[in-house]
């Protein structure tokens, strides 16, 4: 089933909500990087926050990176974000697993969440908050508050079956605008505290717009997406940096290793260059050194 994203308003336009269905982006993610349990939940939750940050880009020459290193287990995770509400993303330690855990203890707190969104001006804007719980959503709530002051509700979720197999994966968000009521920061306030995890509600309802219909009478979509794991890796680009490398270190690949292979580490395509191409790149600079 494709992934859907819908984004719009409710309550007399005073607060922004998107919800999104991120099942079959995050189970790539998971396949492709072989993650447990445990690491597909914590990347999972971050590729959906990325998907839903991605969606708010004003264009597609905007991306966004999400950094977060809690000195945890898991390690650093790394999820960059696009206009159309595709993701990519990694986890350091993919094996990590432990069933008797929080994902937050896993991630960690001692340490940051930090957000770089590239703008196409001269400089990206850059935000880092500390790490308050580890659990994604309770995070980039304090991110938005104190980096955009923007009040956030956020509900991030990976869902499994009796077996361990991941069958949802998902998120909601809502933000109120500097006109939101107090009647309606109320009604915000009381959903938030009786909604039911995110990850059931994508088992209950097909598209996400359905469940936004369900809370409220008013809800005005503004705009549908299809979140997907996307990579903008190529051979060629690998090519690039590898023909930059130092002719000692090509030398060292060509004689050790009769050619090399690298491994994108946001989602684990392998890339084969033959000793013939990296002895051209050791041509072209001594040519150009000598030039």
Not at 45 to 59: A, E, I, P, Q, Y
């Amino acid at each position: 089933m494709t992934d859907i994203l819908s984004r719009g308003t409710v309550l007399n336009e005073e607060v922004k909500v998107i919800c999104c269905r991120t099942t079959e982006t995050v189970r790539e993610a998971a396949e492709r990087h072989k993650l447990s349990r445990s690491a597909a939940t914590a990347l999972g939750r971050v590729l959906t926050m990325g998907s839903m940050m991605g969606s708010m880009l004003k264009s597609g020459k905007e991306k966004l990176e999400i950094m977060i290193d809690g000195k945890g287990p898991l390690g650093q995770i790394a999820v960059d974000g696009y206009y159309d509400a595709s993701v990519r993303g990694f986890v350091q330690n993919p094996d990590v697993d432990d069933p008797n855990a929080s994902i937050g203890s896993l991630i960690g707190t001692n340490g940051y969440l930090r957000v770089v969104k590239d703008l196409g001006m001269k400089q990206p804007f850059v935000s880092e908050v500390d790490l308050q719980t580890g659990e994604i959503g309770d995070d980039f709530a304090y991110y938005y508050m104190l980096s955009e002051q923007t009040p956030s509700a956020i509900s991030v979720g990976v869902g499994y079956d009796e077996t361990g197999k991941l069958v949802s994966a998902g998120g909601l968000v809502f933000q109120l605008m500097p006109d939101a009521t107090e009647e309606n920061i109320r009604i915000i306030e009381n959903i938030v505290g009786n909604i039911k995890p995110v990850s059931q509600l994508m088992l209950e309802y097909d598209d996400p717009k359905e469940i936004i219909d369900a809370m409220f009478d008013d809800y005005q979509e503004l705009g549908r997406q299809n979140p997907a794991f996307k990579c903008e890796c190529s051979k060629a680009r690998f090519a690039r940096v590898l023909s930059k490398l130092p002719a000692d270190d090509l030398q060292t690949m060509i004689d050790e290793d009769n050619g090399c292979e690298v491994v994108c580490k946001f989602c684990g395509t392998r890339y084969q260059f033959s000793r013939e191409t990296l002895e051209g790149y050791v041509l072209a600079q001594r040519a150009k050194k000598a030039s």
